[in-house]
């Protein structure tokens, strides 16, 4: 631009001369020399003072890009928030399919006991405690077998702190080969049962007969006493399992005794030994008047025959065929050591149906009846 510029002075310059005089015409020339290069250093002062205008501008924007220029370790910096945010979703979308299959394995557990027949009252093992025979227990001294454990279950947060021992008859290996005394006093029996009238002695625990369909009876008293627990936890009672499995090195006595000592009521399940079907019923206190005198028996009999009635009302409520009136006289082991409410309850015979079903109507039926009995 600078050399474009020169070329059109020059050629003014020439055309200048060409016009001018002799002198005049040199001094006119001199003086236009001297106007061409004074434009010509005003130009290039121009030109300079341009060229140093650019230099500053790209300068101040050079310097200004540095400043807003992000140095890399800067960037890594400001990019952590985001990083560290990204991380959190990712940890937390990864966590979600954990707890929502947790939720899902903890809904089914549930559906499961609702499906067994338990609900939110269900016991896990913090609920549950083992209790032996106490030697210091009073008629625990009676006892031949009693290193076995019971079992209390506890009801949830609705429970109304009645404990119910559920006593599943028979089912101890080696009970046949005890003998203990029928009662607590050493009088003799006063009526025919397993164990004849008279004797002073009977077996500890007998292995109960054997169903029709070769069902052994412990088996099924078992399979009842479960369903009957979660029956009554439902209800809100406490649940004290006496035999909690096949086995349990128990006798009738220490069974006895351990229900007294941690239960509000006890009540041992059998079927009856008949061919008949012929119903449910429960062993009642012999009418004798030297049985009904004897303690335990004299301060407790009412409280096991209102119990006993209470059963089989329950029972018969809810559709189950009744013995007779639903009674049946038998001097017991139980009985004689009892001392609380306590019942021997006959569920029918060998013939008798003892299916889940079945085992689930008697449950009811036993249930309603503790509960009318409790007032509840």
Same mark, same amino acid.
């Given at each position: 631009m600078r050399k474009k510029f020169i070329c059109q002075v020059i050629i003014l310059s020439g055309i200048l001369t060409a016009c001018a005089g002799n002198a005049g015409k040199s001094r006119g020339i001199d003086e236009s020399k001297v106007s061409v290069e004074s434009s010509i250093t005003s130009v290039e002062s121009k030109e300079s003072r341009e060229v140093t205008d650019l230099k500053v501008v790209k300068k101040n924007v050079t310097a200004s890009q540095e400043e807003t220029t992000v140095p890399e370790s800067a960037k890594e910096t400001f990019a952590a928030p985001e990083t560290a945010t990204e991380?959190?979703?990712?940890?937390?979308?990864?966590?979600?399919? *954990?707890?929502?299959?947790?939720?899902?394995?903890?809904?089914?557990?549930?559906?499961? /006991?609702?499906?067994?027949?338990?609900?939110?009252?269900?016991?896990?093992?913090?609920?549950?405690?083992?209790?032996?025979?106490?030697?210091?227990?009073?008629?625990?001294?009676f006892s031949k077998i009693n290193s076995g454990k019971a079992v209390l279950y506890k009801a949830g947060q609705n429970g109304n702190g009645i404990t119910i021992a559920v006593n599943a008859g028979h089912g101890t290996k080696g009970g046949s080969s005890q003998k203990t005394l029928c009662h607590p006093d050493g009088s003799a029996k006063v009526t025919s049962g397993t164990t004849k009238a008279g004797a002073t002695t009977a077996i500890a625990v007998s292995e109960g007969m054997t169903f029709s369909d070769g069902t052994p009876e412990s088996t099924a008293t078992f399979e009842m006493a479960k369903v009957l627990k979660d029956e009554l936890l439902s209800r809100g009672y406490n649940v004290l399992m006496i035999r909690d499995g096949?086995? *349990?090195?128990?006798? /009738? @006595?220490?069974?006895? *005794? @351990?229900?007294? /000592?941690?239960?509000?009521?006890?009540?041992?399940?059998?079927?009856?030994?008949?061919?008949?079907?012929?119903?449910?019923?429960?062993?009642?206190?012999?009418?004798?008047?030297?049985?009904?005198?004897?303690?335990? *028996?004299?301060?407790?009999?009412?409280?096991?025959?209102?119990?006993?009635?209470?059963?089989?009302?329950?029972?018969?409520?809810?559709?189950?065929? @009744?013995?007779?009136?639903?009674?049946?006289?038998?001097?017991?082991?139980?009985?004689?050591?009892?001392?609380?409410?306590?019942? =021997?309850?006959?569920?029918? =015979?060998?013939?008798?149906?003892?299916?889940?079903?079945?085992?689930?109507?008697l449950s009811k039926g036993i249930a309603d009846g503790i509960d009318s009995y409790f007032g509840r």
């Open positions: 991380t959190a979703k990712a940890k937390e979308e990864s966590t979600k399919p *954990v707890e929502e299959t947790s939720k899902k394995e903890e809904n089914s557990k549930k559906e499961e /006991n609702f499906k067994k027949g338990a609900d939110s009252n269900q016991v896990d093992s913090n609920q549950t405690k083992e209790i032996g025979l106490d030697s210091g227990w009073e008629y625990a001294s096949n086995d *349990v090195q128990l006798d /009738n @006595i220490a069974r006895t *005794v @351990i229900a007294n /000592n941690n239960s509000s009521a006890h009540i041992a399940l059998h079927w009856d030994s008949t061919s008949s079907n012929k119903g449910a019923f429960y062993m009642g206190v012999p009418d004798v008047a030297s049985y009904k005198s004897m303690e335990p *028996v004299a301060s407790n009999w009412k409280k096991h025959e209102a119990l006993g009635k209470s059963l089989i009302n329950g029972l018969s409520q809810n559709g189950t065929k @009744i013995f007779s009136k639903g009674r049946m006289e038998m001097d017991l082991t139980q009985t004689s050591y009892s001392t609380i409410p306590s019942i =021997d309850i006959e569920l029918g =015979d060998k013939t008798s149906d003892h299916g889940k079903d079945t085992l689930r109507i």
